[in-house]
């Protein structure tokens, strides 16, 4: 600051009037840019941060901290669970789920998350991660795929607004090459969510594409995920169930409104 009024004092004693007052303009449009550009990569840096602390409050069950990154009006979907609504729902299910808060003897659960590719609105307000988490625990092996969304409060802090974590594989401590399981579904335990899944899809060895909140970074176009029968390894091929889970797998086109609640 004391350099850009000491140049100021430079440029008002150096020339006249109309000449400075434009300099002083250009100077102001600068230091306005590079704000802006400062004020975007703490943003993109807290959004990160945010997810990663998510991450680290599954691995030791801290349930209620967790549900405090939450905005009041946030929606849960994890796997193919359905959608919980509302942070004391997020709050209830994890508790009811996986436990009381706390970590616990004989309990493993690292949520480890890769590949975080953060965005932020043009107005600032709202922010977008695509990530994906290694899951190992005591119940196996996963790996969601998470396509976040996040909204910037009058305090200034960020919160998730919507977690969406379809998995692409889940597995026993076998493992993927040998016991590939299907994904969760809701009456699989409690408690129940307030809507059904927003996407059906399949896990490996089948596969479904997540949509992507951003274009292709160099070419502008936005992405169309691939719509090819994402069902076809859920059973035998030629058998009834396989070519049940062809038209079942192909509701996940990848051009649905991943922002939006399911209405109906």
């Known amino acids: 600051m004391n350099r850009i009024l000491f140049a100021a004092a430079l440029l008002a004693s150096a020339l006249p009037a109309p000449a400075f007052a434009q300099d002083a303009q250009a100077v ?6 590079l704000d802006a550009r400062i004020t975007r990569l703490e943003d993109l840096n807290q959004i990160e941060r945010l997810q990663r602390t998510y991450g680290y409050f599954v691995d030791k069950g801290q349930w209620t901290q967790l ?4 905005t009041d009006d946030a929606t849960l979907e994890i796997g193919g669970k359905g959608l919980f609504l509302g942070k004391k729902r997020v709050l209830e299910y994890m508790q009811t789920a996986f436990g009381p808060d706390g970590a616990k003897i004989g309990l493993l659960a690292n949520h480890m998350q890769f590949q975080t590719l953060p965005d932020v609105s043009a107005d600032g307000k709202t922010g977008w991660i695509r990530s994906r988490a290694f899951v190992m625990s005591n119940g196996g092996w996963g790996l969601p795929l998470y396509e976040n969304e996040y ?11 919507r977690l969406s974590g379809p998995f692409t594989m889940y597995t026993n ?4 090459g040998k016991n590939a399981l299907n994904n969760t ?13 927003s996407t059906v899809y399949l896990t490996y060895p089948a596969y479904y594409i997540a949509p992507f ?8 176009k936005p992405f169309r995920s691939d719509t090819g029968p994402v069902g076809a390894y859920a059973a035998p091929p030629g058998t009834p169930e396989q070519q049940a889970s062809l038209k079942v797998g192909q509701l996940a086109d990848g051009t649905q409104p991943i922002a939006d609640t399911p209405k109906d």
Not at 151 to 161: N, T, V
């Open 67 to 70: 549900s405090e990154l939450f």
């Open 151 to 161: 909204r910037k409060g009058a305090d200034g802090k960020w919160r998730i607004s």
């Open 173 to 176: 401590w076998d493992g993927w």
């Open 28 to 33: 102001n449009a600068k230091l306005d840019a």
């Open 185 to 197: 579904w809701p009456d699989k335990f409690d408690p129940p969510p307030d809507l059904p899944p």
């Open 213 to 220: 909140h951003y274009p292709n970074p160099v070419t502008g």
